[in-house]
């Protein structure tokens, strides 16, 4: 495959024609990042997919607070600091002053940021009364699948600068679910605004921030472009423009970067790395990254209701030759679906191992003796957690095939495929999730729990009210060691059920010229490309 890659680029390079857009962010002091997507939209409350959030989040946003990437502590943003009563239920945050929403051209800011903001923007989420909360079909799917909308009575605020959130129940995990990529603050006034000319549609597709970056332009399938926020609140931001060349196509992102028509580009595959590591005018970057590659099963529909008929399946699935044929080294075979990294990680010994004998045994005592046709969704885009979905796809078809079962493969552009998996229209899917805190909550409620799958994000549409409670109990706790008692019957419970079978966990590369500095790749959420510059 590294020779193929090598032999195609020269064909690649000399049909690349640069893109004026992109040569003229060069020529202002710009970056050019090339992305393997679409955002779905503009507003990372109404959306979970990653390459939408590398997009958005952390260039157009800010939250109230974050976690450190190195010590896994909380620290001020939006909030310089806050309190939380002895019951856990009431949290209230003390907010800086002085932070300026984006200028752009179809909104200028008559105030700054304050309490109203703050209560605006988590209200959306589960006030009906809020007059935004049912724009975009009242889809808040990171805050819907965790169960947020229910846990938060209201949001008060108390004055310009103090506000509090009162919670139904103490939840251990509430400060990292307000850290994450998803939890940013929104302009209230701008709402007001179209909201008196009837376009509040606009809200999640023009965007207005505090970020370090501002919405100019998107032209679909082709580019995003930013400009620098001068009056960014944090520290002064380098570049001038910052420009999103949507390029789907993996060997194609390579060759501009090649051709320097890209200055950084998103998850370069791992046949290419070798390649990019020995050329001096390009860098690449490693992160280990909590995140988890999984095949998932549509629990609800026959016979993957049948969790003998899952485990099955599982058994056919050599997880060796996946690794060597999809990961090339860039990752190792996953032992549950916490990655070893998590506090809470126990490896599970009930998680099939490859043994087609097994499988077929299990198929037989399940009613299936000549095997049965499935659909085998694959993601189009590479991940952290699945670099090449179609081709661990077509390895997966060619194991079940051995075992009497065929597969169809089928794919869809991007946010097309996460739509219809999101409606449950798959047999089994080739998904993946890369956590946004280090909280082993984040690898259980968002994915597997009862208020996923009523929200449409849990792929494997598998409600257990037994590992709900589970899951309850343990955020229920401050205490680690029983929150890892917990943890470690949720694990097994998956391993014993497999609402999906986890197969890997990835890590995070990045490919970027030599001159530029400051790019930030985090254990867990985003990229950010506040602090990008490029060197003296």
């Not at 998680?351 to 499988?359: G, I, M």
């Not at 968002?446 to 799958?453: E, R, V, Y």
């Not at 229920?476 to 060691?481: A, H, K, P, S, V």
């Amino acid at each position: 495959m590294y020779k193929l890659v090598l032999m195609l680029l020269p064909v690649l390079l000399s049909g690349c024609m640069k893109n004026s857009e992109t040569e003229r962010a060069r020529k202002a002091q710009g970056l050019v990042y090339c992305a393997e997507a679409n955002p779905v939209a503009f507003n990372p409350q109404v959306t979970t997919t990653g390459s939408t959030i590398d997009i958005i989040a952390n260039q157009l946003y800010d939250k109230l607070l974050s976690i450190d990437p190195n010590s896994g502590e909380f620290r001020p943003e939006l909030a310089t600091h806050w309190d939380i009563a002895n019951d856990g239920k009431e949290v209230t945050f003390y907010l800086r002053k002085d932070v300026q929403f984006h200028t752009t051209s179809y909104f200028t800011p008559t105030r700054t940021f304050n309490a109203d903001d703050v209560v605006f923007s988590f209200s959306r989420l589960f006030d009906v009364y809020n007059p935004y909360h049912f724009v975009g079909d009242a889809n808040y799917p990171y805050f819907q699948s965790i169960g947020m909308d229910q846990l938060i009575r209201q949001v008060v605020k108390i004055d310009d600068y103090t506000v509090r959130f009162e919670l139904f129940n103490a939840e251990s995990s509430f400060l990292s679910n307000l850290a994450t990529d998803f939890a940013v603050v929104t302009s209230k006034e701008y709402a007001q605004n179209l909201l008196k000319i009837g376009k509040e549609a606009q809200f999640d597709q023009l965007p207005v921030g505090t970020g370090p970056y501002l919405f100019k332009h998107f032209l679909r399938d082709n580019l995003i472009r930013y400009h620098r926020n001068a009056h960014y609140w944090k520290h002064p931001v380098a570049m001038e423009q910052l420009v999103y060349d949507i390029t789907t196509n993996g060997t194609s992102r390579i060759a501009k970067m090649l051709t320097k028509e890209c200055d950084i580009t998103a998850h370069p595959s791992a046949t290419q790395l070798e390649f990019l590591i020995s050329r001096e005018d390009i860098r690449v970057d490693k992160a280990a990254n909590l995140n988890i590659g999984f095949w998932a099963f549509n629990t609800e529909r026959p016979p993957f209701d049948n969790p003998i008929v899952r485990r099955a399946l599982s058994h056919a699935l050599d997880v060796n030759k996946m690794m060597q044929a999809v990961f090339y080294g860039s990752g190792i075979a996953a032992k549950s679906n916490l990655p070893p990294s998590s506090w809470a990680f126990a490896p599970q010994s009930q998680l099939p191992e490859y043994d087609p004998e097994k499988a077929k045994q299990l198929l037989l005592e399940a009613g299936y003796p000549d095997g049965f046709s499935m659909t085998l969704w694959a993601m189009p885009v590479s991940r952290i957690y699945n670099p090449n979905a179609r081709k661990m796809a077509e390895l997966i078809q060619s194991d079940l095939k051995l075992i009497g079962v065929t597969a169809k493969i089928v794919e869809y552009e991007w946010n097309t495929f996460i739509d219809r998996v999101g409606r449950h229209e798959h047999d089994s899917v080739l998904l993946g999730w890369a956590a946004d805190t280090p909280d082993p909550d984040n690898f259980f409620t968002p994915l597997l729990s009862c208020t996923a799958t009523f929200s449409g994000k849990n792929p494997s549409n598998w409600c257990n009210p037994e590992f709900d409670l589970l899951l309850t109990q343990a955020l229920d706790t401050n205490d680690i060691e029983l929150r890892k008692v917990y943890y470690q019957q949720a694990q097994a419970m998956i391993a014993k059920e497999l609402p999906l079978m986890p197969i890997a966990h990835g890590l995070r590369f990045q490919a970027s010229s030599s001159d530029v500095e400051g790019i930030e790749l985090r254990p867990f959420g985003g990229i950010s490309l506040a602090k990008a510059r490029r060197a003296q």
